[in-house]
C-alpha cells in the first residue's frame, strides 16, 4: 500500500492533527481575554446564561468561541469521514522483483576487504603485540 504509515493512511494523520489543533486552540480560547474570550452568538443576551449555567458569575456566553471551534471541527471531520477520495480496498499491486546485477563484483570487493583486513590484523599482531625485545649489549672496556 503506497502512501502509508504503520499501515495508516495519510486521511487518519490528518483528522488526528485536525483535532489536536482544535485541542490546543480550545484551550487558548478558554483562557484568553478580550475579543476572543467575549465572542457572543448574534441576537442572544448576556441574560440567556442564567438558564443553563445556574447564573454563576463570570461563567456563559463568554466562553462561547469554543464551541464554534468545535462545532467546525465535527463538520470537516464528518465531509473526510463521509466523502472519501479512494475505495475502501485498494488495487492489488504488482509485485516488483529485484535484481542484483553487481552481485559478483560485490562478492569481488567483499573478497579483496576480507584479504586487507587480515593481513592488517596479521601486520598489528606482528608489530605491536609480539615486539620483539633485543638484549642489552654488554659493555666492555
Known sequence: MAGTVLGVGAGVFLLALLWVSVLLLCVLLSRASGVAR??????????????????RKGVGMKRFSVIFV???????????????????FPAPEAEMKIVDAFFIGRY?????LTVVFLGSLFLVLIHHILEPIYAKPLRSY
Not at 467575549?38 to 447564573?55: C, F, I, K, T
Not at 569481488?108 to 579483496?112: G, H, K, M
Open 70 to 88: 468545535f462545532l467546525g471541527a465535527l463538520i470537516v471531520t464528518a465531509v473526510l469521514l463521509l466523502l472519501p477520495r479512494a475505495s475502501e
Open 108 to 112: 569481488v570487493l567483499l573478497a579483496f
Open 38 to 55: 467575549n465572542l457572543e452568538l448574534p441576537g442572544v443576551n448576556r441574560s440567556a446564561s442564567r438558564w443553563y449555567l445556574s447564573g
